[in-house]
């Protein structure tokens, strides 16, 4: 990934670095990377400062794909499901 996110999550970025300075810490959210092919990727972020550090803390990633295949799986099924059972009735 060459530009880690897109210009659409600067915003929340901020607040996340405002709650970050306010309160030591930010509440996990939800944002995507913009990779170099141009795909995006959908991660989940979060982080604190240690204690009296101004300037240290500690943070993650986690990359949500494969969780938002699932969720879109499901979805599918559901309205097959659906479908079958509506043609049947």
């Not at 405002?18 to 972020?45: N, W």
């Not at 295949?69 to 049947?88: F, M, P």
Request: with cysteine.
């Amino acid at each position: 990934m060459d530009n880690p996110d897109s210009k659409e999550w600067h915003d929340r970025d901020d607040h996340a670095l405002a709650d970050l300075r306010a309160v030591g810490s930010t509440q996990p959210y939800e944002k995507e990377f913009l990779c170099k092919d141009g795909s995006r990727v959908p991660v989940l972020i979060g982080g604190a400062l240690f204690e009296g550090a101004e300037n240290e803390g500690v943070s993650f990633v986690l990359d949500l794909t494969e969780q938002k295949h699932a969720a879109t799986r499901c979805a599918e099924v559901r309205v097959t499901s659906r479908k079958r059972r509506d043609w049947h009735i």
